[in-house]
C-alpha cells in the first residue's frame, strides 16, 4: 500500500514569496491533515479536512496560509507572502476516519517538505 | 500547564538496557495515546497506539496507559542503536476530532 506523497522535498525561497506544497493522502482515506513542525518541536496542525470540508483551521494563520482539497483526494497548502519565521517542515498525513478510540483514526505522515525562508 | 508533556531529553541506554520513555496529557477526557519515533531528518513514523488502561506491546515495544493519573509510556526493551531517535507522544484530545497534540519529543540515545 502506498504511503502518503508529498511534494516538493525541499523548497527554499526569500521572504514575501509564495509557495505551494501538495499531498496526496493513503488511498482510501478520508481525513487529511498539514501540521507544521518546527525545528525541536513536536508537530502543530494547521488544518484538518473530513473529504473536501475544513474540520478545523483555528491555527492556519488565514492572512498567509490557504489550504484546499479539492475532490477529496489531493491537498495544496499555499503561503503567501511567506515570513522568516515560516521556516519549518510541512508534514501532510491521513486517516481513514477523524477520531475515536479505534486503529482507524491512525494517521500515517508523509515524508514532508523541508521549507527554508530567507 | 502544557496539554502533552515529555522530557526533552536526551536520555542515553546503553545497548540491550530497557528504555523508558514517559509523557503526561492535561485534559482527562482523552481517548487515543500514539507514540511516533522521529529519526533525524525524517518525519514521524507511528510504532504504538493506545486507548484502553493497561498494557500495551508488540514486539520490543509496550506502551502504558493509565488514564486516572493522565500518564503514558513507552518501554523498550533490548534497545539497539538502531533506536535512537525522537520519541514524539501524541494525544487525541476529547472533541477536537481528529487533532492531535503532540508533546516535545524525547531524544533518545543508545549507546553501543
Known amino acids: 500500500e502506498a504511503g502518503v506523497a508529498q511534494s516538493p522535498r525541499y523548497k527554499i525561497i526569500e521572504k514575501r514569496q509564495s509557495v505551494a506544497f501538495w499531498c496526496n493522502p493513503i488511498s482510501g482515506h478520508a481525513t487529511l491533515y498539514w501540521y507544521q513542525q518546527i525545528l525541536g518541536q513536536g508537530p502543530k496542525l494547521l488544518i484538518q479536512f473530513q473529504n473536501n470540508g475544513v474540520v478545523d483551521d483555528s491555527q492556519l494563520p488565514k492572512d498567509r496560509f490557504s489550504a484546499e482539497r479539492l475532490k477529496g483526494v489531493d491537498s495544496t497548502l499555499k503561503i503567501q507572502p511567506a515570513k522568516l519565521e515560516d521556516s519549518a517542515v510541512y508534514l501532510c498525513a491521513s486517516s481513514l476516519v477523524a477520531s475515536g478510540a479505534t486503529s482507524y483514526n491512525e494517521q500515517f505522515f508523509g515524508p514532508g517538505t523541508r521549507l527554508t525562508v530567507l | 500547564q502544557k496539554e502533552v508533556e515529555q522530557n526533552s531529553g536526551p536520555l542515553s541506554v546503553p545497548e540491550g538496557a530497557i528504555a523508558s520513555l514517559n509523557c503526561t496529557y492535561s485534559?482527562?477526557?482523552?481517548?487515543?495515546f500514539f507514540w511516533y519515533r522521529q529519526y533525524s531528518g525524517k518525519s514521524p513514523e507511528l510504532i504504538m497506539s493506545?486507548?484502553?488502561?493497561g498494557d500495551k506491546e508488540d514486539g520490543r515495544f509496550t506502551a502504558q496507559l493509565n488514564k486516572a493519573s493522565q500518564y503514558v509510556s513507552l518501554l523498550i526493551r533490548d534497545s539497539q542503536p538502531s533506536d535512537s531517535a525522537t520519541y514524539l507522544c501524541a494525544v487525541n484530545l476529547r472533541n477536537q476530532g481528529g487533532k492531535l497534540i503532540f508533546g516535545q519529543g524525547t531524544e533518545l540515545s543508545v549507546k553501543p
Open positions: 485534559d482527562r477526557g482523552s481517548q487515543s
Open positions: 493506545i486507548y484502553s488502561n
